[in-house]
């Protein structure tokens, strides 16, 4: 079995299809390098050594390993012309993890391994430079020492202990920048970071390049299950098998001097999806330092840095002589990364994210890969991407992820509440989106407040868990490529980065803006699109599906067999869902109807009415409410069928629970406390969602149905009257026996029958009913003989096939995850192997009594990716969600068919 694949020199044991096995990172760089790029040479150590190595355990693996590692090094020597450990002719490393899929939270990079105090002297003879050669070393002890040796901050309010050693020593010289740092000073950096590791762990900083290497390998195997790459895993969905690559790569140098930088860089625009080359980079800097917002990142192209410089504020003879463009500065290097970023593009087909560095004016390229990037730029890129001819229809629908166009569907900040709102600061629009939240200063506080904006100066990778809990991130330090800023991408997450107006004290947990300070607690808003930081709450309006979007749209419903119906129980719910392209109304839950003040009251009078004469009473004042509803969601879904259920909570649910309540019930109702009392105890139950509710209900007060189909009769002739249409059907809920629907049926269609001989007029209507309980799903083929439809209510039925109430599952799913009993909650994803047997095997029944009999799903799954791809899968006519979901539910409804 090969352990160890090698690349460089224009040609390479892998290629890009083999993600799995080499990590995206080893599999790209494989590729790119037989494809003629100039990447640095290298191996990539595979998933399945990390996997043998959590298995087997560290000894056995890692003597598994050892010979192909040795070798492997050999040949970067003998390509590099340099050796590994070699005093006078040294060659250094890099050491980086890569799983399928990139993953913060993982170790990332150690860089200039292979140093050490003689290597360093070598080093700096060799290059004729001692200031590049103790910068490469200081820099190797710190990252080694941080994410190897793991050193920490001494609390959360102090800094990296490193940064502090370097604060520390610029105060002493008085200087500002890394660059400025004499040789002697990091030779004195040095001796002080070693002499911390030695305080921190208790041990010597390893001076043995190999023991070194063997410790980077290591490290990256074990930080696939570091806290917090599991934490992302689950974030994610991503398998605990997977495992990580390791990548080991000869060292290039940006550091080497003026002519030497490095940078990131993106094919097209990460926040917005414009396709504008663009990126950030740093003469005489080293990889991190980018990323990590200790310095403020130069723009790559020229119209960035303009753009760049009128958001910061900057003269332009400033931005000239300390910030030009890399396009300004190094032309020649520049017009080379520009031919390669268009190559990469090409054949990865996607917009790519790129790192690089010009080694003394020679550009080599270290990475590539399919950038992070919003859902409103995924929508964007796709989109363009067709356009030119690069990918296909079908392609371009399944390279929209469902989820993420979520983000697209958040409430975006009013337009005119922005008109006046009060702008402190502005920073770089590092993502979109309008947060609004209470300022919290560290990331384990980020549930300090139900809408939290975490603000930081900047953040790193131990972040992560905090900036997902929180509406938005803000940071002093750092550019568009900051970690910040390419974590919020990724996350959908409004992110404001690099605003340096901002002094941030973590101690005093302050915020201080010119004149003004500002709290823990204190309300800001975020708006990611423009960099704006405005104080205080902006009030949000609903998104609409417009440009791009309504294009995918569009392509999706081409594409799409099975229709997107919507659950709503009011007209607005109704018209929204409209907006976003629902085809019909799949669910109005008429109970939603009775809980506002005025009709609850006529709801409890009925009761608490003992009598059918005072019960029918009670709903005649109910009969005006209700028949006004269905007109308004008639109206608003112009002519689409919606399906209405009839009354299915049960009763206790309206009744007051509270004394005082009870007690104002029976002075209003001029009745006895003691009645009210009784009444409540009585319908009292021990399992209330197995008890009198659904059909339950209107066969034993068959008053209720006789209203409620009144209602909605009424309501469609009076809109007919007026010339709009409307398609109601009327559903049966929790029916688990044929007599049961039938008595219901009977009940609606005599209704139906008087309403029509009173109005000398008719319409069409359905009478269907909800498959929920496991019987009615038995004995499918019965109910169908009668039943016009089907409507799956996966909630109910997952409760009851399960027999975890819904109510109360909440107390062990989350344990049965954790131990694996389950793989996820079936109330969210569709547990296809039992529910969904039982769903097919109902569709089947019921389809061949009645071959044409209309099948949808109104529970909750009909807005789940993998369970509306099931639902597609089983025939189903349509699904039925959350208006906000519709989007999402047309385009895997597309992507089903394909
Ligand atoms: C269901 O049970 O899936 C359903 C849609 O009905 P409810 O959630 O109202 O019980
Ligand atoms: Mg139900």
Redesign the pocket.
Known sequence: KTRVFRFGNKSADGNSKMKNLLGGKGANLAEMSSIGIPVPPGFTITTDVCTEYNLLGQEVAIDNLKLEVEESITNIESLMGARFGDMNNPLLVSVRSGARVSMPGMMDTVLNLGINDEVVVGLAKKTDNEHFAWDSYRRFIQMYGGVVLGMKPESKEHMDPFEEIMDHLKEKRGIRSDTEFSVQDLKDLVYDFKDAVKKQTGHNFPADPWEQLWGAIIAVFNSWNGERAIYYRKMHGYPEDWGTAVNVQAMVYGNMGDNSATGVCFTRDAGTGENAFNGEYLVNAQGEDVVAGIRTPQQITKLGSLRWAELARIDEDVRVKDYPSLEELMPGSYNELVGYQQILEKHYRDMQDMEFTIQDGKLWILQTRNGKRTGAAMVKIVVDLLNEGLISEEEALLRIEPNKLDELLHPIFDPEALKTANIIAQGLPASPGAATGKIVFFADEANKFKNSILVRIETSPEDLEGMNLAKGILTARGGMTSHAAVVARGMGKCCISGAGALKINYKDRTLTVGEHEYHEGDWISLNGSTGNIIEGKVATVEPELTGEFAEIMKLADKYAIMQVRT?ADTPNDARIARGFGAQGIG?T?TEHMFFEVDRIKAMREMILADTVKGRKQALNGLLPMQRSDFEGIFEAMEGFPVTI?LL??PLHEFVPHQLATQKELADEMHISLMAVKNKVAELEEFNPMLGHRGCRLGNTYPEITEMQTRAIIEATLNLKAKGIISKPEIMV??VGTLKEFEMQEQIIRNTAKTVFEERHDTIDYLVGT?I?IPRAALVADKIAQKADFF?????????MTFGYS?DDAGKFLPIYIEKGILKVDPFEVLDQEGVGELIKMATERGRRVKPNLKVG?????GGEPSSIEFCYKTGMNYVSCSPFRVPIARLVSAQAVI
């Open positions: 659950n669910l839950r259920r299915d909570p809920p929790l909800m929920e409507s799956f209510g996966t909630n109910d039925l997952t409760q819904r799903i109104c529970g909750e799954h």
